[in-house]
């Protein structure tokens, strides 16, 4: 998954981070704004994760979203 075209893509992206983590608010959203480590950040703020933990749960997605971008296309 390439952050560059998540950052390009946030408005598209950012229903699946919703989907995936509730907690979030439209705030933390608007502040993430597509960046890696703003993500991880608020998951650890919101979720309480250790960073290991933030960092396995953002692999994660990473999988899914580009498993999701290929069948797509």
Request: aromatic share 10%; net charge negative; no cysteine.
């Amino acid at each position: 998954m390439n952050w560059d075209q998540v950052e390009g893509n946030w408005r598209q992206v950012k229903g699946k981070v919703k989907e995936r983590w509730g907690i979030l608010t439209d705030s933390d959203l608007d502040e993430i704004a597509g960046r890696r480590e703003q993500l991880l950040g608020k998951l650890q703020a919101r979720y309480g994760y250790a960073t290991e933990r933030a960092e396995r749960e953002l692999r994660d997605f990473e999988r899914f979203m580009q498993a999701y971008e290929e069948a797509e296309s």
